[in-house]
């Protein structure tokens, strides 16, 4: 396949490609096993079903990590893995170091953080923007990605977050960097935040979770900013229900996603710690143990859904667990949890759940990068140049697709080949 995801016509073709896995793939990811007895494809694939549900769980939590084909299962997971890979290359955007760096740059920066921006920084300093005023951090928490950027252009620093302790830190880290930043309290999601990008800014967002990061882009369009880099995250954290394409070609795609499907592209943990696993596993343990409580109790056919519950309740033992769920949802079990007759049945319930929720997984790349292009896709219609990539490995961050647009095409050399 044809990596480059640079002009319209690139963008838009991935677009179609990916909308048609999506939606003749639908079945496989809708639905999660965690809120259903059986899934819809089990009838059409019960090789499968049955080939998932005998994978031992420290082979599930390996293909949890690390998404990959499976030899133990059964087609069509490892032709939809094949097509989920090559629907989901893109190129690594071209970096180079940049000269200005000072050796202190990193001080109070967190280890997988500061390579994040390094890596950030150094894809921007690639693309030679030109022509931009100051630097401009949105949602920039400490400013640590703008005040690096203003360091290596020489440019002063404009950063916003709604939290002021944060805004503060940003102000005394730039002062003692020498940097001149102004960090400005205020919520992004207000209408009047798009001003704030006057002055030609050369404008980041790094992280800023879902509907925060597609208002940049917005305002970033409307405000003609010469230049933008962005990477997002948490992309189904958005105002409503009801996700709405920001592009047109996204909107004519019509995936038909909500807050809740957009979760799957966000839900993978990069390198569990064996602590992660275990905790994962009383957790998953726990939840079905309620579900099959609740279900030998009549209160609910389908798989009850838990909802969130506080850290500190997996901590104890199972039936107080259940005595103290029930109590945040002000109601008391009619008898004494049985343990020992639950339990086993939960776990046997929480390891199936895992091995069916593999072929989700599958279309979870896909459906991160599809709302990255639809993204992409939007600053094309307003007439920006526009390229799609990563600027760093999935073990520095899962969340490595970053889009950088310019003004004038000119503005904008390439990915890296
Ligand atoms: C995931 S952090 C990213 C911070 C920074 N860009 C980085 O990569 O280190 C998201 C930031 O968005 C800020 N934020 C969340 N909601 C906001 C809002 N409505 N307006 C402004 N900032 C917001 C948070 O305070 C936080 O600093």
């Known amino acids: 396949m044809e990596t480059s995801l640079q002009t319209s016509h690139d963008l838009q073709q991935r677009l179609t490609e990916l909308s048609l896995f999506m939606e003749s793939g639908r079945d496989f990811w809708a639905n999660s096993a965690l809120f259903r007895w059986s899934l819809p494809w089990e009838a059409a694939y019960p090789g499968l079903a049955d080939g998932l549900r005998a994978l031992p769980l420290a082979r599930i939590e390996e293909l949890e990590a690390s998404p990959g084909a499976c030899a133990q299962a059964p087609d069509p997971y490892n032709s939809l893995w094949r097509r989920s890979l090559e629907l989901s290359e893109v190129p690594r955007l071209r970096f180079e170091a940049p000269g200005r760096l000072s050796k202190w740059a990193h001080v109070g920066i967190r280890g997988r953080k500061w390579a994040q921006i390094q890596a950030f920084v150094g894809t921007v300093w690639a693309q030679n923007p030109r022509d931009c005023g100051r630097i401009f951090d949105w949602c920039g928490g400490k400013g640590h990605l703008g005040r690096t950027l203003a360091q290596v252009f020489g440019k002063s620093l404009r950063v916003v977050d709604r939290d002021p302790a944060l805004c503060r830190a940003a102000g005394e880290l730039a002062e003692r960097a020498g940097v001149s930043c102004e960090a400005v309290v205020r919520d992004a999601a207000e209408p009047g935040a798009g001003a704030l990008l006057d002055e030609a800014p050369l404008a980041v967002a790094l992280h800023a979770c879902g509907c925060l990061g597609s208002r940049f882009l917005a305002h970033a369009a409307e405000q003609r900013v010469p230049f933008l880099a962005t990477a997002g995250c948490c992309y189904h954290r958005i105002v409503g229900r009801d996700f709405v394409p920001l592009s047109e070609r996204g909107r004519r795609a019509d995936l038909r996603l909500d807050r809740e499907l957009m979760r799957l592209a966000t839900t993978e943990v990069v390198a569990p710690t064996a602590a992660n696993r275990s905790v994962r596993r009383r957790t998953s343990t726990f939840r079905a143990g309620l579900q099959i ?59 199936c ?54 003004l004038e095409s000119s503005n904008f050399p390439s990915a890296a080949s």
């Open 353 to 406: 759940t895992r091995a069916l929720d593999l072929v989700r997984y599958i279309f979870r790349r896909p459906l991160e990068l599809w709302l990255v292009l639809d993204r992409a896709l939007f600053l094309a219609e307003q007439g920006r140049s526009v390229c799609l990539g990563t600027f760093c490995a999935r073990s520095v961050t899962p969340r490595n697709l970053m889009l950088c647009s310019a």
């Open 293 to 351: 409580l609740a279900a030998d109790l009549g209160w609910s056919r389908e798989p009850l859904s838990v909802g969130y519950v506080p850290s500190n309740l997996f901590r104890l033992e199972f039936p107080a667990f259940c005595q103290a769920v029930a109590a945040r949802w002000g109601t008391e079990l009619p008898a004494p949890v049985d343990a020992a007759r639950i339990i086993p049945r939960a776990r046997e319930r929480a390891r």
